[in-house]
């Protein structure tokens, strides 16, 4: 996904969403958030990993959370992540930057 972020790579960056988690959501929206998280952020420096969360329900799924700090060239930011397991494989279903 961090690489998907830099690129700009919609297929890369859906990669990890099961298909019926991203119903909406198009190459172009995709491209819009970039472009603005560009401008706001500018490109991506690094990321730290600061800490796990408690797990968390959703839609019947437990989703393991952490947060990470964004290293921007214009700012830091926090970036929450949520992913569960199913079926053996791994998926995101939460990825926000504050």
Do not use: P
């Amino acid at each position: 996904m961090l690489k998907a972020d830099d690129t700009k790579d919609f297929e890369l960056y859906i990669k990890r969403y099961e298909k019926g988690r991203i119903v909406g959501f198009s190459q172009e929206r995709f491209h819009k958030d970039i472009e603005c998280m560009h401008q706001n952020n500018g490109m991506n420096l690094g990321y730290e990993f600061l800490t796990s969360l408690r797990t968390q329900s959703i839609d019947e799924l437990t989703v393991f959370r952490s947060v990470w700090k964004g290293i921007y060239e214009k700012r830091d930011a926090v970036i929450e992540i949520g992913i569960y397991e199913k079926e053996g494989n791994w998926y995101l279903i939460r990825s926000a930057v504050y």
